[in-house]
């Protein structure tokens, strides 16, 4: 089955000094578990760890963190594991055999009498199986994992990755986290902009993602945006329409509302649908923090399925305190905070 998985697991050792944390995600996880055992957290280390832009001081909330890739690649901070040192010692040489002059063009030179021509993806499937197989040899092993853990170890207080790697995503995956509790309707977060106008952050948030939206090239974006957001609308009697460039949000009797004057929840709504829509097409990490709030039971057990119509090429990972959004068939990607959490031994 095809899956639109990034992420594999996530291991922390010593979280808070309490805590050892291990996930194995899917390409829908949600994770639920009350006040302050650590979602956030969470969602905040996988940002940072792919995106390159560090929110935490990881040495004052934890021990270690290893995050696994479906590829196989590995990003971690504080211990570097034998498995660390191996993906990165992997994807150095793959580098190296597929790029450097003295590539695999050079290795069939040597080879009396082979004179082939090869295509890219056999390049790739022959340095592959190469660096397997060189795998297979512990004096090969021994010597990559001394060469890796010298470098990394004169780093020990940072974030340990592969540099093509951290290239790779940055080239081809789009990170989008959105901390709906920070930025609901009710936060009470309001920028004055000294001319008596002020705004709400969400009401910003939204006006951004709807004007990249309406700026999006790829009409299925907005078109996938309007089918998703009118199923719900249909509940509270509008519609959603774009007229003259612009989306316009209208009651069953024909009156053309600003988003302004939507509700909390349409609003909300409104904001992660518009998200995922400017993620289309694109292989996507979709990070939401209690995508729950201000919606109502029947809005957040629709709301998953909604994200993954828009973007299918999506793995989305929610931390929240309701299981409502998972209600609606998605039971397996239930993960309770609970289970995922041991006391640690690094004491
Ligand atoms: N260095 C630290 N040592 C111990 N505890 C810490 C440390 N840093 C943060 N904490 C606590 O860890 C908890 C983590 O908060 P986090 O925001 O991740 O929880 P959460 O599960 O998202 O909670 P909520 O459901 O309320 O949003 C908080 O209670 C915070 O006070
Ligand atoms: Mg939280």
């Not at 995922?276 to 109502?296: I, Q, R, W, Y």
Request: net charge negative.
């Amino acid at each position: 089955m095809k899956t639109s998985r990034i992420i594999k697991t996530l291991s922390i050792v010593g979280l808070f000094g309490q805590f050892d944390i291990s996930i194995q995600f899917s390409d829908l996880t949600v994770i639920v578990g009350k006040n302050g055992l650590g979602k956030t957290t969470l969602l905040k280390i996988l940002k940072g760890f792919i995106t390159g832009k560090h929110e935490l001081f990881y040495s004052e909330i934890c021990d270690s963190i290893e995050l696994v890739f479906d590829d196989g690649n590995i990003i971690s901070f504080g211990d570097i594991s034998d498995e660390m040192s191996k993906a990165v010692a992997r994807k150095g040489i793959f580098n190296h055999i597929m790029h450097d002059e003295k590539g695999i063009e050079s290795i069939f030179k040597g080879i009396d009498g082979i004179n082939e021509k090869l295509s890219e993806e056999e390049k790739k499937d022959l340095a592959e199986r190469l660096i397997e197989s060189a795998f297979k040899s512990n004096y090969f092993i021994d010597f990559y994992k001394k060469g890796v853990n010298e470098v990394l170890e004169k780093n020990n207080k940072q974030v340990f990755s592969n540099k093509y790697h951290t290239q790779e995503l940055k080239d081809s995956i789009v990170v989008r986290y959105l901390s709906t509790v920070n930025i609901s309707a009710n936060a009470g977060n309001t920028i004055d902009f000294g001319n008596s106008i002020e705004k709400n952050l969400l009401d910003l948030a939204i006006y951004d993602e709807l004007r990249l939206l309406l700026k999006n090239e790829d009409c299925k974006a907005i078109d996938a945006f309007r089918e998703q957001i009118n199923i719900f609308l249909r509940e509270s009697q509008k519609k959603c329409e774009l007229d003259q460039n612009e989306f316009v949000f209208i009651t069953d009797n024909q009156v053309a509302l600003p988003l302004s004057k939507l509700s909390s929840g349409e609003r909300q709504l409104i904001y992660i649908l518009a998200t995922a829509a400017n993620t289309c097409g694109k292989k996507t990490l979709f990070l939401m923090d209690e995508p729950e709030v201000s919606l109502h039971l029947s809005w957040q057990e629709k709301i998953v399925d909604a994200i993954m119509n828009i973007n299918p090429n999506m793995q989305i990972v929610a931390v929240t305190h309701s299981p409502g959004i998972i209600m609606n068939g998605h039971m397996d990607e239930y993960i309770e905070m609970k289970d995922i959490m041991r006391p640690t031994k690094n004491v």
